[in-house]
């Protein structure tokens, strides 16, 4: 699956609590961002049925490491 860059406009304040809740919780703020965005999709997916296509909410945050 190839990995897309996207930016985004956040207010500063939301910037620094989401980063103080990914930090929290153990991941990068990125990794945070993934999760959240998955959740909601498997939310969505829930109450709307399935999506269809190369969409998988439940992939793994971070990429296995390489031995």
Known sequence: MAVKSVSIRIEEEMLDKIGFVADYQGRSFNSHVLVLLRD?????E???GKIEGAVRPDVNVKPARKS
């Open 40 to 44: 909601d999709i498997e939310r969505h």
């Open 46 to 48: 829930e109450k709307h």
